[in-house]
């Protein structure tokens, strides 16, 4: 069992000080570039056992997945509130990853943390680093648009634009000049609809506003929406819990379909949800990662007793 914490990174307490209140990061280069690079061979993420399943021919003995959003000592206020505490986590490329906790505990802040939501917010205060393939998200030479593009964000309500179905899907596309209008847009919407699985229930009305669909199928527009301008990550902030049971368990065969192509990190507040779709499981608790690893150590045999009493239902 590995702890969640190893704060490989401890001679560097003021690592990155991000304000986003100032629009741009402030940004100190983190001293430990050698240990950075190498740690991924040397050390895997936190458990991550397992070889990797897809591209036939792996052998048991291959690096599993490298890291994909690596962060250290991560902090974060709200003003003079501090949500989050020293956060360290290293997320693995391409599955998914839960993170839970109860309400309150600094799950969607974390998330917003990576494609830099909280910028949004006034008075927030980032400190520590967060990598997104080894480079540093709140670095001054980060283009914002272009992170959100590479790192999608999916919200508890479905929030599809007052726009035809098609038009939710093109927008992006169009303003990061990823298609041409007609043929190929055409085809990159279709393709974008096929892979939230949506495609057959809507190809007859695409010209249909969006916001008319059930919200099962909103959720699914927008994770089209987002897959549309081909994002290495998908954050997702608990998906699944405006919707009935059927459209939920529509959503989770289509997080295990879209695991072997994109990073997804997915707050939950259903631990059965978390159970069935995550590989690797974070849990949050008074802003801090008590403990990370694979699901199944999370659920049935987990290091620490906090985590244990949650899971047992004890507190949350
Ligand atoms: N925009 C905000 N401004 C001030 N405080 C906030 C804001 N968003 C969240 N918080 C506070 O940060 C803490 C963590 O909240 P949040 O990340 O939403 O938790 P969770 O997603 O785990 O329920 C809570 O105490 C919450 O009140
Ligand atoms: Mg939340």
Request: charged share 25%.
């Amino acid at each position: 069992m590995q702890m969640p914490q190893p704060n490989d990174n401890p001679g560097d307490p003021e690592g990155v000080v991000a304000r986003s209140s100032m629009g741009a990061a402030e940004l100190r280069e983190g001293s430990d570039t050698v240990e950075g690079e190498d740690r991924p061979q040397s050390t895997p993420a936190p458990g991550v056992t397992r070889a990797p399943e897809v591209g036939g021919g792996s052998e048991a003995a291959e690096p599993t997945h490298p890291t994909k959003v690596d962060v250290r000592g991560l902090s974060l206020w709200y003003g003079d509130t501090q949500a989050l505490f020293d956060v360290s986590l290293r997320i693995p490329e391409k599955d998914v990853t839960a993170l839970i906790g109860p309400s309150g505990c600094g799950k969607s802040t974390f998330l917003r943390c990576i494609n830099r939501m909280n910028d949004l917010i006034s008075a927030v205060t980032i400190r520590g680093q967060l990598l997104l393939d080894e480079a540093d998200v709140y670095g001054s030479e980060v283009d914002v648009v272009q992170l959100r593009s590479r790192v999608g964000m999916v919200f508890q309500q479905p929030n599809p634009f007052p726009k035809s179905i098609y038009e939710n899907v093109a927008y992006a596309p169009r303003i990061h000049g990823l298609a041409k209008k007609g043929a190929e847009m055409d085809e990159l919407v279709e393709t974008s609809l096929r892979k939230a699985g949506l495609w057959k229930e809507v190809s007859d009305r695409l010209s249909m506003p969006g916001t008319a669909l059930s919200g099962g199928q909103q959720q699914r527009l927008c994770i089209a929406r987002a897959i549309a301008v081909n994002p290495d990550v998908i954050l997702m902030d608990e998906p699944a819990s405006a919707l009935d049971p059927v459209a939920t368990a529509t959503i989770e065969e289509l997080i295990d379909e879209l695991r072997s192509n994109y990073t997804i990190i997915i707050v939950t507040h259903n631990m059965q949800q978390a159970a069935r779709v995550a590989r690797y499981t974070a849990f949050f608790h008074l802003g801090e990662v008590i403990e990370f690893d694979d699901t199944d150590t999370i659920f049935t045999n987990p290091s620490q007793k906090r985590t244990e009493d949650y899971i047992t239902g004890r507190f949350g």
